[in-house]
């Protein structure tokens, strides 16, 4: 008899259990008939939420890529794109001047690029209009801002062995659907002035069509999208325009070195590994650190200069004698980092390019807020360095530090900023918000002409 009340509990149990199951795979259809109602409905149509895409490639128990977004102090932060387009194929949603909302979007999105850049093959030169063709297709659009070298990209993204096909520098990129199974990347190489695409191993319909899920269209429109009598024809191609004026931000700036607080002083010293506490007054307010043949001055008024006599007595070493451009960057990085980028406040530091000069190869940053560019003084960067033989043998560094007041400004629709720049009659050229700095005590953004 107790046997026989063994057996039917052990039954109920089972059968108990059964149910729990079912009630579960229930759900989890209907979560997932629900989310894909919401995708063919348009309703997910109305933001980057991604989470529409990210939910059904959880209930389909695939795998998601790894977030791209490098960690702060990473030197993969100076290469993060302030502008991201995403085409669905029929569709476009954009999003610039909002870096915290790019920045989210491209830790969902910013894989492909990186399993493209791991798997690109020989880059073949394309036609501007095959590159317009490309854009038009579904795929993801990235702009860096600056112009980066493609090896330093691809290191920066994870990649674990260099690709020898990644060559030249690029400022825009493109991961778009082909005729065939893979997705392809395009970029233009800003040292040659062409355009370029590489085959991939990104598959399409595992991959893309999967990231690509849950983007609709916000009404984003490259200008050569546009009829030529729609006002447009002063700018650049590949200018974004919305159907609504950008909105940004107003910013209090200052030098964070002027009022010569002496903690801040020692730490600027620390981080630029000048150890010494010997220093002396200079003309025009300011110290002069001086170390064997090595000098370094910490002026009020911001800007902090170092010299070696020779790249033998600098004590900045790049890589291990044979650097490329990933080890030149970031070896002018990490002092940029530790200095400026740890008292800039609200701005972010981007990599403006490297280039070859008489002088030795040049590595220049510089300062932007919500994905626009500061123009800080004349020059525009904010830390320059030169690299000779190895080492490093100057630098020049301007400290800012931007504060956001809570007010925004003003600025015209692009139509009527494309009619002025049409007025000055100097080609087609970029259109572009830029915070201007002269050293004053606020900085707002305004429409200047890009080249």
Same mark, same amino acid.
């Given at each position: 008899m107790d046997m026989l009340k063994r057996v039917r509990r052990r039954r109920r149990r089972v059968l108990e259990s059964c149910k729990t199951l079912l009630i579960v795979l229930l759900a989890v259809s209907a979560v997932y008939l629900a989310a894909r109602a919401l995708v063919y409905s348009g309703l997910a149509d109305t933001g980057p939420s991604g989470w529409v895409g990210t939910l059904l490639s959880l209930l389909r128990g695939e795998a998601q890529p790894p977030a791209?977004?490098?960690e702060n102090?990473?030197?993969?932060?100076?290469?993060?794109?302030?502008?991201?387009?995403?085409?669905?194929?029929?569709?476009?949603?954009?999003?610039?001047?909002?870096?915290?909302?790019v920045d989210g979007i491209y830790t969902s999105v910013g894989g492909l690029l990186g399993e493209a850049l791991a798997s690109a093959k020989t880059p073949r030169p394309i036609t501007e209009e095959e590159w317009r063709l490309a854009l038009q297709r579904s795929g993801v659009y990235f702009d860096l801002l600056g112009q980066v070298p493609l090896d330093a990209l691809y290191a920066w993204m994870g990649g674990d062995a260099a690709n020898p096909e990644l060559t030249g520098t690029a400022r825009r990129l493109l991961v778009s659907s082909t005729a065939g199974a893979n997705a392809a990347l395009y970029?233009?190489?800003?040292? %040659?002035? #062409?355009?370029?695409?590489?085959?991939? $191993?990104?598959?399409? =319909?595992?991959?893309?069509? %999967?990231? #690509?899920?849950?983007?609709?269209?916000? $009404?984003?429109?490259? =200008?050569?999208?546009f009829s030529a009598d729609a006002g447009y024809g002063a700018l650049d191609p590949y200018v974004l325009i919305f159907s609504s004026a950008p909105n940004p931000r107003s910013y209090r700036s200052a030098s964070p070195l002027s009022a010569g607080d002496e903690s801040t002083l020692?730490?600027?010293?620390?981080?630029?590994?000048?150890?010494?506490?010997?220093?002396?007054?200079?003309?025009?307010?300011g110290i002069?650190?001086?170390?064997?043949?090595?000098?370094?001055?910490?002026?009020?008024?911001?800007?902090?200069?170092?010299?070696?006599?020779?790249?033998?007595?600098?004590?900045?070493?790049?890589?291990?004698g044979s650097a490329g451009n990933t080890d030149v960057i970031e070896a002018a990085w990490r002092l940029a980092d530790a200095t400026l980028g740890s008292l800039c406040g609200s701005a972010r530091l981007y990599l403006m390019g490297m280039e070859e000069t008489q002088a030795g190869v040049e590595v220049r940053?510089?300062?932007?807020?919500?994905?626009?560019?500061?123009?800080?003084y004349e020059k525009g960067w904010c830390a320059r360095f030169l690299i000779r033989s190895g080492k490093i043998t100057d630098y020049t560094l301007h400290f800012r530090s931007y504060e956001e007041t809570g007010e925004h400004t003003l600025v015209l629709r692009e139509r009527q900023a494309a009619a002025a720049l049409a007025a000055l009659g100097s080609g087609r050229r970029e259109l572009v918000l830029c915070y201007a700095d002269g050293g004053g005590d606020t900085v707002e953004a305004g429409w200047i002409a890009g080249a």
């Open positions: 791209a977004t490098p102090g990473q030197p993969g932060m100076a290469a993060q794109p302030v502008r991201i387009a995403i085409h669905s194929g029929t569709e476009r949603f954009a999003v610039q001047y909002d870096q915290g909302q970029y233009h190489n800003e040292t %040659d002035g #062409l355009y370029y695409a590489c085959e991939t $191993s990104v598959d399409y =319909a595992q991959r893309m069509e %999967d990231v #690509l899920t849950g983007y609709g269209g916000n $009404s984003a429109t490259f =200008a050569f999208e020692t730490a600027i010293r620390s981080a630029l590994s000048f150890r010494s506490n010997s220093s002396y007054p200079i003309q025009g307010g002069m650190v001086r170390e064997d043949r090595e000098t370094l001055q910490i002026m009020e008024n911001g800007d902090v200069i170092y010299h070696a006599s020779e790249p033998a007595a600098s004590r900045y070493a790049v890589g291990d940053f510089g300062y932007s807020l919500d994905g626009a560019a500061v123009q800080l």
